[in-house]
């Protein structure tokens, strides 16, 4: 097996099991809930690092939370990380990373470049910020194919999140479930004799026998983010929890789509990435074929009423 992934986090407990960064969703909150639960929380931190940019005053402010609720002092180093969107990365290394330095988070979690190659800069700029500082931090990458994953593992990542089309939310268009994924992510890593990365499986799993199964096909630990949506510590509107809790059958009541985005004007995503979502209001009406403009108006009304029924619910 890999590196003891339990061991770089003292304050986690077997088996390892982390929130994903859900920005707007996973916050101080539900991150430092996890943690005193032992497992590890992450906070998401967003896709926007101009130096103007509200989403990294947000995230300061969440880490200075977080530091509060789990009763550290200044400067102790701070047992949870932040999840990035990477697809815009530009102010990344100059902006968010003192961020992150500055509250020594003990995990970094990047996800869906526009390139893979675009992580490597990112990377070798957090391990230059640990040369000469008392942090030491662990990089996460995640991956939904066995070439991300080749490309992380070249660029010296210390974790893999394997991320199977099961899941919800984003992930790529073309990939695979974590039954097939997982083991040939493994096997690249036993193949090259790599034990020093981790892997965490993440997609679908929802309770402990998902968690014994991902255990079982490779993983370190497991990822859970549709699962912690539906908890009391997270910041999601009631509506859309219930939703989640109330829903079945996932394979026929979700899809895989950009149209989720395009919907509630969030398309910003480069094209190799969709995202797994209920079949909702505005996929129905789109289905009947109600244009696109009127969709977005009305999602536009819905929201400015203060209702959530047409809210993209990704799960």
């Keep these: 097996m890999a590196a003891n992934v339990l061991q770089w986090f003292p304050c986690t407990t077997a088996p390892f099991i982390a929130n994903a960064p859900m920005f707007g969703f996973a916050d101080a909150s539900l991150a430092t809930a996890v943690t005193k639960a032992g497992g590890f929380g992450f906070?998401?931190?967003?896709?926007?690092?101009?130096?103007?940019?509200?989403?990294?005053?947000?995230?300061?402010?969440?880490?200075?939370?977080?530091?509060?609720?789990?009763?550290?002092?200044?400067?102790?180093?701070?047992?949870?990380?932040?999840?990035?969107?990477?697809?815009?990365?530009?102010?990344?290394?100059?902006?968010?990373?003192?961020?992150?330095?500055?509250?020594?988070?003990?995990?970094?979690?990047?996800?869906?470049?526009?390139?893979?190659?675009?992580?490597?800069?990112?990377?070798?700029?957090?391990?230059?910020?640990?040369?000469?500082?008392?942090?030491?931090?662990?990089?996460?990458?995640?991956?939904?194919?066995?070439?991300?994953?080749?490309?992380?593992?070249?660029?010296?990542?210390?974790?893999?999140?394997?991320?199977?089309?099961?899941?919800?939310?984003?992930?790529?268009?073309?990939?695979?479930?974590?039954?097939?994924?997982?083991?040939?992510v493994r096997d690249l890593l036993s193949k090259t004799q790599d034990t020093t990365t981790a892997i965490l499986a993440a997609g679908g799993i929802v309770d402990g026998r998902g968690c014994v199964a991902a255990l079982g096909l490779g993983a370190d630990g497991i990822v859970m983010g549709t699962r912690f949506v539906a908890t009391s510590e997270c910041p999601a509107p009631s509506a859309i929890k219930q939703a989640i809790v109330s829903g079945s059958d996932g394979g026929a009541s979700t899809v895989k789509s950009i149209r989720h985005d395009v919907f509630q004007s969030t398309d910003l995503f480069p094209r190799q990435y969709d995202g797994r979502a209920m079949i909702g209001v505005s996929y129905e009406d789109s289905r009947d074929g109600v244009s696109d403009e009127e969709i977005i108006r009305r999602y536009n009304a819905a929201k400015e009423a203060g209702e959530h029924q047409r809210r993209t619910v990704w799960a």
Excluded: C, Y
């Design 43 to 184: 906070i998401g931190g967003g896709f926007d690092f101009r130096s103007e940019s509200t989403q990294l005053l947000g995230l300061d402010t969440q880490l200075a939370n977080a530091r509060s609720i789990l009763g550290l002092t200044d400067g102790a180093p701070l047992p949870l990380g932040v999840g990035f969107i990477t697809f815009q990365p530009d102010g990344l290394i100059e902006n968010a990373i003192p961020i992150l330095q500055k509250h020594r988070v003990g995990a970094i979690w990047l996800s869906f470049p526009r390139a893979d190659s675009d992580h490597l800069p990112i990377i070798k700029a957090i391990q230059k910020a640990q040369e000469n500082s008392d942090w030491n931090t662990k990089i996460f990458v995640q991956v939904g194919t066995v070439k991300a994953a080749k490309e992380a593992l070249a660029q010296g990542v210390d974790v893999l999140v394997v991320q199977g089309t099961d899941a919800g939310g984003h992930q790529w268009v073309q990939g695979a479930g974590l039954m097939s994924l997982l083991p040939e």
